[in-house]
């Protein structure tokens, strides 16, 4: 988790124009803490109806994940 939030924190800099970065940064945060009470309270209750339907969730958020970062990667090598 440490090497990744540095990589994320990084990337928000990186995105965000330096008169800007501040909201960027809380607006990170606030949607990252969101998604990730979002996804606990999700997979706690998969948890509670069937074992398997908390793997078939990673499962799927994690290929979304994978598309979305694809995504971002295409779409910055077009940009100039």
Known sequence: MGA???VMRAAV???SPP???GS???TFNMVFGVAWFSGSLLMGYLYGLWIPAVVLFSI???SAA???IAG???ME???P
């Open 4 to 6: 990744q939030e540095s």
């Open 13 to 15: 800099s990186r995105f």
């Open 19 to 21: 008169e800007r970065r």
């Open 24 to 26: 960027a940064y809380g």
């Open 60 to 62: 799927i958020t994690q």
């Open 66 to 68: 994978i598309a979305v």
């Open 72 to 74: 971002v990667e295409r």
């Open 77 to 79: 090598r077009k940009v």
